[in-house]
């Protein structure tokens, strides 16, 4: 079945820094989403990329989908305290006959440590 | 901001005993889901809900799973016969639209702990 995989799977940096996390996908995905959970918290939906090679922009955050659409990043820059958590990508599932209508596969997520 | 509700936050029950866990979603959503995320895992989908049927369901959801919309508000999720395996974080999640393209609002979820 289709795989959506996610490195690193922690990543520790000093704050100021930036931060990259990759997710790629086994098959081809008609959009990506990114999405966000604090320590104890729940997944937060940040933004969905669409077309081949999109690229938007929130604030420090910049994500990129790739030109055949298996695969995306993810970059903050000068990070902040307030970054710290798991950040997971994630696709429509497809199945034999398409894609599957609301049912999203995620990646493991990579987890964002920030030291002050 | 419209949220998704979810109760209780925290459910400790008996292997073998039944739970219902609730979920009220954002009111204009059409689609409904139900993940899970067994502790420092990725989250694992169990089932969409759309015009008061299942439209797709994980290998996880077996016989010992349903889900239910009793009343046009919330949305349940019953587990039959627990066990040790089921404790995890049970995320309930709406869209707009069931193509995704508005995203997923997941609602802060129901810690399960099976004893």
């Known amino acids: 079945g289709q795989q959506v995989m996610q490195i690193p799977q922690y990543q520790h940096v000093q704050e100021g820094e930036d931060f990259t996390t990759y997710c790629n996908s086994s098959t081809t995905l008609s959009n990506i989403q990114w999405y966000k959970q604090r320590p104890g918290g729940h997944p937060v939906f940040l933004i969905q990329?669409?077309?081949?090679?999109e690229v938007k922009k929130q604030k420090r955050l910049t994500f990129q989908f790739g030109e055949a659409k298996k695969n995306s990043s993810l970059h903050i820059t000068a990070t902040q305290t307030t970054d710290v958590g798991t950040y997971f990508c994630a696709g429509p599932a497809t199945n034999a006959g398409g894609t599957s209508y609301g049912k999203l596969t995620f990646g493991q997520g990579t987890i964002l440590t920030v030291h002050p | 901001e419209p949220e998704v509700t979810q109760t209780p936050s925290h459910q400790v029950t008996q292997m073998g005993q039944e739970v219902i866990l609730r979920c009220v979603p954002i009111?204009?959503?059409?689609?409904f889901y139900w993940y899970r995320q067994i502790l420092g895992q990725k989250v694992e989908f169990l089932v969409s809900?759309?015009?008061?049927?299942?439209?797709?369901k994980s290998e996880i959801f077996d016989d010992q799973f349903s889900v239910e919309r009793p009343d046009g508000s919330n949305f349940t999720l019953k587990i039959r016969s627990t066990k040790l395996e089921d404790s995890a974080m049970y995320f309930c999640?709406?869209?707009?639209?069931?193509?995704?393209?508005?995203?997923?609002?997941f609602g802060s979820g129901t810690r399960l702990t099976v004893v």
């Open positions: 809900f759309y015009n008061n049927e299942i439209s797709e």
């Open positions: 009111s204009n959503h059409l689609y």
């Open positions: 999640a709406s869209s707009r639209l069931g193509t995704v393209n508005y995203g997923y609002t």
């Open positions: 990329l669409v077309k081949s090679g």
